[in-house]
């Protein structure tokens, strides 16, 4: 299927956008007449170089307030539409989107919109190029596509069809299935957006947040599925209008964008992937750190020992129960500080699952790894998080154990493992995120929480397995500064975190405190046993309920970017302590 991005939805100049979208693996792109005017190349020079990148120009954009106008607006219209018909015999493009009239001038007339489409219309045939009318959610007389196709068919003409465009459907709430009373080539193209359910004004919701298909709240497999029905076989282009994109580098968007489509297309049966392979638990974190001492005083006080050694690399491997954290400091570490750069998933199938990944444009990471090292297949997610795709080693110890050399005993049976890893994603990646883990790794998203921070918003996502064997909770500071992005965290699961807590303040770990008035506050919404609150209150543990039941945690002192939280987690509690949040960040911001 051809697929197709319109350049609206990338950032940068006109080559740039051109540049992103090939390389993504589009075959055309919609042209916005803004981006045209803006770029110093001719229109042939434009077209070769689309042909050059192996992109078809399959449509240009948008002409306006054109139809249902007075005789002598109409002629001046079509003057100005002969001469972007010219154009368009130039850049060898051959369809062009007429957008319903918004303009006061324009009359409440069917048969006089229809007569104009038609006049327009024979002229754009004399140029060899059709038109495509689309319903704009807020055109003036004309913002249905059931209305914008009634006017199409009275038209009557060979060179204009309709444009259906699935935000100004979905947002106003319009049943797709009448799609299918259209006869497939009479829709002349199609464009998709997803978007998210927000309750404001259509334009600004349009011109804004639109978003690409599967990170909003539209049905868009329905709506693709009714097109599909009619027979039609253009273009499938996404027109994404989208303040954060206009922002974010071309090229991964541009990548996130054809990732949305392919998955969309999969959804209705247009194409096959490999499927996804869950992953089945969190085999390891990985630390990146130039420095270790601070970070492994740290996992020493929570009960890790030093358990093995690469037998290749500079990298330890820490372990208390099943919760294993590899800390390098090879060559990679020298950039940043500590931080947590890759995760390995324990995986059924891991070389299935990388071909997943693969095909959803994932990038397969090399395997830096020495003859005789156990194969493992990597990839790294939008924000550069390694993924390692670990073969399961039950019974006996995982594969890419192997590699590591003994240097203590094995550890003592201990219920502790990993709860949760919360990521901190680029402020322009995180609807590609949540989109990436669910996809690529076959987990569930919970809804987006937006989380107070004393100079800052936070935006949460968890995405999981169905066990809750592996948990990660994605973040992203919602402004686009480094200032309040949340660090990076790895939840450890204990049994009791009131010992798990008392026993890392005895080895000399520095837990982070915790306002008495929170403790008031808790106080006034539950009731605890005697003393209880007390323990909780000395320890900085805080408390959540919900219907699966209590959730208990208490964090440590941060290390580089990095900190560990102690949960104690209810087996039927989902969450991840969000009520919670704009206290402990609140005490973070006071300890630095
Ligand atoms: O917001 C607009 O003006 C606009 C222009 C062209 C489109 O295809 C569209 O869906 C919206
Ligand atoms: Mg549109």
Redesign the pocket.
Known sequence: MHTSI?TVSLSGSLTEKLSAAARAGFGGVEIFENDLLACPLAPEEIRARCADLGLTIDLY??M?DIEAVPAEEFARNLRRARHKFDLMTRLGADTV?V?SSVSPQAVDDDALAAEQLRELADAAQESGVRVAY?A?AWGRHVNTYEHAWRIVEDAGHPALGT?L?S??ILSRGSDPKGIEDIPGEKIFFL?LADAPLLAMDV?QW??HYRCFPGQGGFDLQSLLTHVLRTGYAGPLSL?V?NDVFRQAEAGPTAVDARRSLLLLQEAVGATRLPPPVVPTGIAFAELLTADAEPVTAVLAALGFTRAARHRGKPVDLWQRGEARILVNTGPAARRDGTRLAAVGLESAAPAAAARRAEALLAPVLPRRRAPGDAPLEAVAAPDGTELFFCARGRPGPPHWRADFEDLAAAPAPDPTRIDHLALTQPWHHFDEAALFHRSVLGLDAQDSVDLADPYGLLRSRAVSNADGSVRIALGVGAAPTDDTAPAQHIALATDDVVAAARAFRAAGGRLLPVPANYYDDLAARYEFAEGELETYRDLGILYDRDAGGAFRHCYTQTVGRLFFELVQRDPGHRGYGAANAPVRLAAQHQQR
């Open positions: 319109a954009q948008p306006r989107l957008c689309e704009l444009c465009d935000f100004h464009q334009l349009s011109r027109e209008f």
